[in-house]
């Protein structure tokens, strides 16, 4: 089966930094999104992995490892505006896109 | 600006009341998804089109249809819409259905069903 696997919840004090990991076991790899959804409000886009490494886009940063089947997602400065769910979604071999549960980051001052 | 817009934003129905929700796109993508999403859970797919092409998954109930009279245009029939039909339900695009293609989401439809 397919299977995206990141922490329920996760907390973190404004002014810090918080890395959000997710791993997969997909059939085939076409790519990785993060995507950040607020309570009632759907997704937005954040990033896309296909190859190793990491991908810096100002105060947000992911990282892939294809052979170990690993994303992380690096916020950093957190704001309390960060505070969302943050969906880990791969795209399988049918470029069908399977989606993780979230992850809730809760901010604190 | 290019969006993804869905009407209504909340939806109240009654217990097997049929119900259509609706979304349009400014982005001229040829992909439109149709997705159920309840609290603390990940997006479910309930199908998608290609261009004209209908994609039903398979544990998608028969309950939930869906028809896209053109580009812009998608909609989703709930024919009798059951208790644990209340969701959000999210309308998505993409260009394409290759694996960098993001998908773009509209605001959601809140269903409550009484």
């Known amino acids: 089966g397919q299977n995206i696997d990141q922490p329920t919840e996760m907390t973190a004090t404004e002014g810090a930094i918080v890395q959000i990991n997710c791993t997969y076991q997909t059939s085939g790899f076409n790519g990785l999104f993060w995507y950040q959804q607020h309570a009632g409000e759907a997704p937005t886009f954040l990033s896309y992995n296909v190859l190793d490494g990491l991908e810096e886009k100002g105060r947000f940063s992911s990282f892939l490892s294809r052979s170990k089947g690993y994303s992380y997602l690096l916020l950093k400065e957190l704001q309390m505006k960060d505070s969302a769910s943050y969906l880990c979604a791969v795209t399988d071999s049918n470029y069908q896109l399977i989606w993780g549960a979230g992850t809730k980051l809760i901010i604190k001052p | 600006d290019a969006m993804v817009i869905q009407n209504p934003r909340y939806q109240v129905t009654q217990f097997g009341k049929p119900v259509t929700l609706s979304c349009s796109q400014t982005l001229n993508h040829n992909v439109m998804y149709w997705y159920q999403q309840k609290s603390s859970q990940a997006p479910k797919l309930l199908f998608h089109y290609y261009d004209k092409d209908f994609n039903n998954e398979a544990d998608t109930p028969d309950n939930f249809q869906s028809r896209r009279p053109n580009t812009s245009f998608c909609f989703l029939d709930i024919r009798s819409p059951g208790l644990g039909d209340a969701a959000m339900y999210l309308c998505?695009?993409?260009?394409?259905?290759?694996?960098?293609?993001?998908?773009?989401f509209g605001p959601g439809t809140r269903l409550t069903v009484l």
């Open positions: 998505a695009t993409s260009r394409d259905r290759a694996g960098g293609d993001t998908q773009y």
